[in-house]
C-alpha cells in the first residue's frame, strides 16, 4: 500500500475511534522510519560532498541531487512533508470523538 492510497482510506469520516487511533500509530511510526531513513540520507549527502572535495558546492548538490541516494532523500523529505498535516488531522478528528 502506498501514502496515497493510505491517505485516501484515512479521509473516510465514517472511521470509528479505534480506527483512527490505528492509523495514527500507523502514520506515526512510518513518519519515525522516514525520519530514520533521512539522517542516514543525510550523513550519506555529507560523506559525498566530502568525497567530491573542492568541487565547487552547487556542482557537488547538483551530483547528489542526481544519484539514486539524493532522489530516495528528495522523495522522503516529500513523504514527511506529506505525513504531518494528516497526523495532525487524526489527531483533530480523534479528539473530536470523544
Do not use: C, H
Not at 490505528?22 to 560523506?47: I, N, V, W
Not at 504531518?84 to 488531522?89: D, F, H, K, N, Q
Amino acid at each position: 500500500m502506498n501514502l496515497i492510497d493510505l491517505f485516501t482510506e484515512i479521509e473516510d469520516e465514517r472511521l470509528s475511534r479505534a480506527q483512527l487511533e490505528a492509523y495514527e500509530q500507523k502514520l506515526a511510526s512510518l513518519k519515525g522510519r522516514y525520519q530514520l531513513r533521512k539522517a542516514e540520507l543525510l550523513k550519506a549527502k555529507g560523506l559525498f560532498k566530502k568525497r567530491l572535495g573542492d568541487v565547487p558546492n552547487t556542482k557537488k548538490e547538483d551530483e547528489w541531487d542526481s544519484s539514486d541516494e539524493g532522489q530516495e532523500l528528495i522523495d522522503v523529505k516529500g513523504n514527511i512533508d506529506a505525513i504531518s498535516p494528516i497526523l495532525s488531522s487524526i489527531k483533530s478528528r480523534i479528539y473530536q470523538s470523544y
